[in-house]
């Protein structure tokens, strides 16, 4: 009987083994997959200038926002409706309408307004279509589209030449501050790269921000965006063009909080600004006429 079914044990022992090797290949296949990702980042790390002991500011999941450690506030606390009105158009993109007290008008990177308007002043960043399309502007208004420092009704501008990408050359993309009613707006539109020095001194502060948030990928971290906001001083940063789910994780890196203007715009004054104590991340995207992901609901609770 032991001879007789001897074979058969055999085979079953082999058929055992063929097994266990195929799990043990699939787990190699795993770890060496994790080993190339843990490399993959510590050469991130390296070009990035970071330490060994330090983190690298993740990239996260789109579909997955972070765990909330900022305070979120659905409403603006300052009711007061008097200084500078911004109102944001499209909220996948950098075009903002800025209405100085004296209703001097300024246009930025015109692209799916929803107005007809005449304005005074236009300014665009680079020639890529969805940043420079006046269909709707009305009047006789100076455009400006290159660097440089100009005067227009007694509002400063300067026009600093920046980088569209990583990388880019410079004059890809052109950040324009602006100096109104003793508040600096400095839009950066599409600036992909971090400024260096030079681009700092001229910039200089910007008590209003307007900043495309991403977290690489040939564009700025976020990492990089707490920098700009902190070396700026920053009280208030608008972000634009960029992902939606990153205003959280932003505004946990920079220590402020997250609050959404009623609508797709919001009143800036000299005297509000001097009161924030912490950074304000200002929501002035429009949801009602946007579809897609929207992290955020009018009750003011932080989506889960």
């Keep these: 009987m032991k001879t007789r079914y001897l074979p058969i044990s055999i085979l079953y022992l082999a058929i055992l083994f063929m097994f266990t090797s195929c799990l043990n290949t699939t787990g190699d296949s795993a770890a060496q997959e994790a080993f190339s990702k843990t490399a993959a980042t510590s050469v991130q790390n390296t070009e990035s200038g970071l330490k060994g002991t330090e983190q690298a500011v993740p990239v996260y999941d789109s579909n997955k926002p972070e765990p909330k450690t900022f305070k979120f506030i659905s409403k603006l606390p300052d009711t007061i409706k008097e200084g500078i009105l911004i109102k944001k158009y499209s909220p996948a993109y950098t075009s903002f309408r800025i209405r100085t007290s004296k209703d001097i008008t300024i246009i930025t990177d015109p692209y799916e307004m929803d107005e007809d308007i005449e304005a005074d002043i236009v300014t665009e960043s680079h020639q890529h279509l969805d940043h420079c399309d006046v269909s709707r502007i009305k009047g006789s208004y100076k455009l400006f589209t290159d660097p440089g420092e100009y005067n227009v009704k007694g509002i400063n501008i300067a026009g600093i030449a920046g980088h569209h990408n990583v990388g880019d050359m410079a004059g890809t993309n052109n950040i324009f501050v602006f100096d109104i ?22 910039i200089s502060s910007a008590d209003v921000l307007i900043l495309q948030l991403f977290d690489g990928n040939g564009k700025l971290t976020l990492e990089e965006c707490r920098k700009i906001t902190t070396r700026l001083k920053s009280k208030i940063i608008i972000p634009a063009h960029g992902d939606d789910n990153l205003k959280e994780s932003f505004a946990a890196l920079v220590g402020g909080d997250v609050y959404i203007a009623d609508s797709n715009e919001a009143y800036v004054s ?28 009018y009750d003011g609770e932080a989506y889960d």
């Design 181 to 202: 009613d003793g508040i600096r707006i400095a839009e950066f539109a599409s600036q992909g790269q971090e400024p260096d020095e030079e681009m700092y001194k001229k």
């Design 270 to 297: 000299k005297s509000v600004i001097q009161k924030i104590t912490r950074p304000r991340v200002l929501i002035l995207d429009n949801w009602e006429n946007r579809t897609g992901y929207n992290p955020y609901t």
